[in-house]
């Protein structure tokens, strides 16, 4: 078994890729050039290293990369930087997802694709709701902040798909502020946001985001629960 994990240089694209090796699965990885790739995933045999950025790969040389996986893990984001926020790409996520989909979809296997998303999209299409001081200030970030209009339109993207979706499942993954932790606590999975990522947001380690995304993979039955939602992740108090 063989999973691409997109993002892998990051904080919690890291920890994916140590929790695949933990339950037995291969990584393969894209970084960028620049990327400062840790010493423990450069010298590990098991992991495939490929550098480059996402956005300059062709459809062919993408679907020749994803080929020989049964899975993606997208762990993309907007580094917390004025250039990270502001400068391009602006549609960093979006792009990504958008390109990934359309060519699992087209695959003759069917494969799985989870995306990290967060509890600053709302599951408007499953009736999630927010008060209106949330939709204020969402609207206020859709607005200004390229990165929320980004990861508002990934989401948007998989869920207006789901019926145009031929070979393969996904799962949005939800984290709320998430935080560092060395090892994998207790953590719950709801299928709604429990509180206001505004007004009152709770915490979610990223090893626990790893460990949950990495079990979607490992357990069928998970998977079945979760397929095609947006489930939401929180450390447990």
Known sequence: MKTLVLGASGATGKQVVSQLLINGILPKVIVRPTAKVVEEMSNDRKIEIIKGSIDDFSIDQLKGIIEDCDSVVTCLGHNITFKGIFGKPHRLVYNAVKKVTAILNESNKRKKFILMSTTAYTNKMYGEKETSGEAIVFALLKLLLPPHRDNVNSGDHLFKMIKETKSFEWIAVRPDGLIDENVVSNYEIVN??????????????????????????????????????????????
């Open 192 to 237: 709604e946001k429990k509180r206001s990522p505004i007004f009152d947001p709770g915490k979610t380690s990223r090893i626990n985001v790893a460990h949950f995304m990495v079990d979607l993979l490992s357990n069928d039955e998970l998977w079945q629960t979760w397929k095609f939602k947006a489930p939401v992740i929180y450390n447990k108090e």
